[in-house]
């Protein structure tokens, strides 16, 4: 596993415990960083940043395209899975959308079920397809 991926799996890792908690990723992140033995890498922290800024807006775009889901009932581990990669599709330069999008698919097929990466990706596919449209 590239240092990228366990970044972005340690990132989903403080999403998905944030979530469940109802507190901040972010709070999260700072309180890992005390313990020693805890690693922290930069790009986690470039993730948990960034789809806490972008936060209001990720989950609107969730709401629009995850057809016939309500966000409340969607798997919290898909929830945050969408998150991270929407976040990634729309606001990261150093991420190409094919990487965002098979990062994402890799996460939902080792963490969630078939269906949720079926799911995943269409919802990141559509996305990705009218990003130049988004109103950022």
Known sequence: MSARSKARKTALDLLYEADI????????LLQR??????????FTKELIAGVEEHRRKIDELI????????MDRMPVI??????L??????????VPPAVAIDEA????QTLSTDESSKYINGVLSK????KTDLAL
Do not use: H, M, P
């Open 85 to 94: 990669s929407i976040f990634e599709l729309l606001w990261s330069k150093e």
């Open 105 to 108: 698919l890799e996460l939902a």
């Open 21 to 28: 908690r109802k507190s901040s990723a972010q709070s999260l």
């Open 63 to 70: 709401v629009t395209y995850s057809q016939g889901w309500d």
């Open 127 to 130: 996305i990705n397809e009218i």
């Open 78 to 83: 898909d929830r945050n899975i969408l998150r």
């Open 33 to 42: 960083q005390d313990q020693v033995e805890y690693l922290i890498r930069d």
